[in-house]
């Protein structure tokens, strides 16, 4: 693909399985593009139904978009709805063709997305109808749900860090780049706090009676992988192979000294 005129301003799609995740991993990465003049726009796949031990699913479903809502008006970006419930995303065709429709919408020049490798099947299958979503948006027989225009330019994919930081066979995962969100925290805080429903049903299921410090917690965790920054976001650049130059990686270009790329995550790709 080739690069988009430079007229267009950068836009930049983050995408988690459910309600929150974004917040939780995501979300200062994506206000430091915002803060670097970049459009921003958020989407869970999923709608959060199941995460309630009191709510009708109607209900719920209704509660967690609106508190998607105020947490995206909070970050200053656009909420696309989700398309599918919770423990439903599966890697299929219908849920892949109305992902890439989002994408061909959004026009995304870098693409923040799941971890391939997490603890929850959720996570991880939306991580890969993205990455296909993103791979058939030049492809003009690849028919989208609902139908939508195709887009021809580049883009990147970064996978975030996964929850708990760990794969489902519980290694380490460690990333390739480090964002330093330190001054981010806040305004991450104030945006995962929007998900009310979410921490009430967490403390009960889960006994994270400290919703909001897990959040923080993980991000000094990720800060302390760093080596040099106090609160860290961690990132997984996918493979340029149908999306776009070898050698275009917007990230640190983007962020500078608010980012380190790790010599030796580099030196092991060898």
Not at 55 to 72: F, L, M, P, V
Not at 173 to 202: G, N, Y
Request: charged share 25%; hydrophobic share 40%.
């Amino acid at each position: 693909m080739a690069p988009e005129k430079e007229s267009r301003k950068l836009t930049v799609l983050a995408a988690g399985a459910h309600p929150d995740d974004i917040e939780f991993g995501m979300a200062g990465t994506l206000l430091l593009l915002k803060d670097a003049g970049a459009t921003i726009h958020m989407w869970n796949v999923a709608n959060g139904c199941c995460g309630t031990a009191t709510h009708e699913k109607d209900e719920i479903i209704r509660i967690r978009w609106a508190e998607s809502q105020a947490s995206a008006a909070v970050a200053g970006a656009t909420m696309h709805p989700p398309i599918t419930d919770d423990l439903a995303v599966f890697y299929e065709p219908a849920l892949v063709a109305k992902a890439a429709a989002v994408v061909r919408q959004v026009k995304p020049n870098i693409m923040l997305i799941a971890s391939l490798e997490d603890y929850m099947e959720d996570h991880m299958n939306a991580g890969r109808i993205l990455v296909t979503a993103a791979f058939v948006r030049a492809m003009r027989n690849f028919e989208c749900i609902p139908p939508t225009p195709t887009w021809e330019g580049e883009t990147v994919l970064y996978h975030a860090m996964p929850a708990g930081l760990h794969t489902g066979m519980r290694k380490l995962v460690h990333p390739e780049l480090f964002v330093d969100v330190t001054p981010k925290i806040p305004t991450k805080r104030e945006m995962l706090a929007k998900h009310r429903s979410q921490k009430e049903w967490l403390d009960l299921s889960q006994g994270m009676d400290a919703y909001l410090k897990a959040m923080e917690d993980m991000s000094r965790r990720v800060g302390e992988m760093s080596g040099r920054f106090a609160c860290a976001e961690g990132w997984r650049r996918h493979s340029h192979l149908g999306y776009g130059r070898p050698d275009h990686d917007p990230l640190p270009q983007l962020l500078k000294n608010k980012s380190w790329v790790d010599p030796e995550y580099r030196r092991s790709l060898e």
